[in-house]
């Protein structure tokens, strides 16, 4: 037994399934999971010493690729002064004022400690602006796990298959009303049937939790007009594609401007990082200064924001990075394309996504009907030639900035391999 599985067995005693987060459980693809020992730039390494290209990338975070020293170094200077104080700081300040000057439509942004959180806080807030209870999102999007998201969600509840979840109260769901991913009359449907009613509209401008759905075109601009003629707030969760798909993320990409945004991951660059911000009017009523309550003591925590800030710093000072893994983001899913006949591949930038079913894959349903046995074959077939994907169907291939081409080159070569011997 090696040392991942001896792990395994001792976590299972003590903590659920043995994992903190059940997307890293490798039920679904029948193995145990890997346990990570250390990582460097585009490799992981795990407890017996195995080394892999990682495409997971703390799924979202590492777009600098692993242990940047930047990165590594803000940390090591601000954790001489402190771990955390529980009041305000200058890190804050110079975080807030990186984002507000990245986004235009972020006029007011507060940091807390994880997307759930974000995406709850800004779900709170649009109620609290609009004096309304009910939301619009997408089957197939993840948005945390706070109960009125946990409606027919991606991640990790679709690999576990279970459409919601136990212990949200009806009442809860209740006001969370759901729509077609690239499918605009089924927004206006859910106005009209509920009119002066809803809330917000909840959307990642590209799904990249039921496998990579890219927005249709229009499909982002006709949900901007159909908020503002309905007088409901448009919550981008730009949590993955914040500062990925471009430095201004999918907003910019796409040239539609939120209410609210949401932001996790990359923001952090690998420590417990959230925030929300958006149009003054609608942040001013958050606590302090408006009747939004929503509160943190470890939020803007000095060390989380001295990773964040180094991170988002050298990726504006470093616009060749987006050049770089926009390109290996192209270039991976044209190799995609040759490796895998038969099967669609998605994708946005540096997020890339082989679905094991020819496609097109437009939403959840069209998601849904990938082949999750033959993506678990796949899966072990890499892992056990050194590459490390998400152990499910319904995630992203993450590219960072340390990855060459010579990598996805031989990931490209490995799927290859793995449609020929499945043919043989
Ligand atoms: C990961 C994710 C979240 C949740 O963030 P956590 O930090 O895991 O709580 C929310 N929204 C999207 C789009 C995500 O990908």
Redesign the pocket.
Same mark, same amino acid.
Request: proline share 4%; hydrophobic share 20%; with cysteine.
């Given at each position: 037994m090696g040392r991942s599985e001896e792990l395994f067995e001792r976590a299972k005693r003590v903590i659920p399934g043995g994992v903190n #987060?059940p997307v890293r459980a490798f039920g679904s693809v029948g193995l145990t999971p890997r346990f990570i020992s250390r990582a460097d730039r585009q490799k992981i390494y795990d407890a017996d010493g195995r080394a892999y290209t990682d495409y997971v990338g703390s799924?979202?975070p590492m777009i600098l690729g692993h242990n940047h020293p930047v990165v590594r170094e803000a940390v090591e200077r601000a954790v001489k002064d402190g771990l955390s104080f529980g009041a305000a700081t200058e890190h804050e300040v110079e975080m807030a004022e990186l984002v507000c000057g990245a986004v235009p439509s972020v006029e007011l942004v507060r940091m807390v400690n #994880?997307?759930?959180? &974000?995406?709850m806080s800004a779900v709170r807030a649009a109620r609290g602006f609009t004096d309304r209870d009910k939301l619009v999102k997408f089957a197939g999007?993840? !948005?945390? !796990?706070s109960d009125a998201m946990l409606v027919k969600a991606g #991640?990790g509840v679709m690999t576990a298959g279970v459409p919601d979840s136990a212990g949200v109260p009806a009442s809860c769901a209740r006001d969370t009303l759901t729509a077609a991913y690239n499918d605009l009359e089924s927004v206006e449907l859910l106005f009209a049937e509920n009119p002066g009613r809803i809330a917000a509209v909840i959307v990642?401008p590209v799904a &990249?939790?039921m496998g990579v759905v890219e927005p249709a075109g229009g499909f982002l601009k006709g949900l901007r007009r159909l908020c503002d003629e309905n007088g409901a707030a448009l919550i981008f969760?730009?949590?993955?594609t914040g500062f990925r798909l471009a430095f201004g993320g999918a907003q910019e990409r796409y040239g539609v401007e939120a209410d609210l945004v949401?932001y996790?991951?990359i923001i952090g660059a690998g420590m417990?990082v959230?925030a929300y911000g958006g149009r003054r009017e609608i942040m001013e009523r958050v606590a302090p200064v408006g009747s939004v309550y929503q509160a943190g003591t470890l939020s803007g925590n000095p060390v989380a924001m001295a990773a964040g800030l180094a991170q988002l710093r050298y990726l504006r000072e470093h616009p060749e990075v987006y050049a770089h893994i926009e390109s290996l983001g192209r270039r991976l899913r044209a190799g995609l394309r040759e490796a895998a006949p038969g099967c669609a591949v998605t994708g946005a930038g540096s997020l890339c996504c082989l679905f094991f079913t020819p496609g097109p894959v437009v939403d959840y349903t069209t998601a849904k009907a990938a082949d999750t046995a033959r993506f678990a074959r796949y899966f072990r077939f890499l892992l056990d030639r050194g590459i490390y994907t998400a152990p499910s169907q319904f995630e992203a291939l993450f590219l960072s900035d340390a990855h060459t081409e010579g990598d996805v080159d031989a990931l490209a070569a490995c799927i290859a391999d793995f449609f020929r011997t499945e043919k043989n």
């Open positions: #987060s799924w979202g #994880s997307g759930t959180e &974000a995406v999007c993840y !948005h945390g !796990h #991640s990642e &990249a939790n969760d730009e949590v993955i949401t996790g991951k417990p959230g």
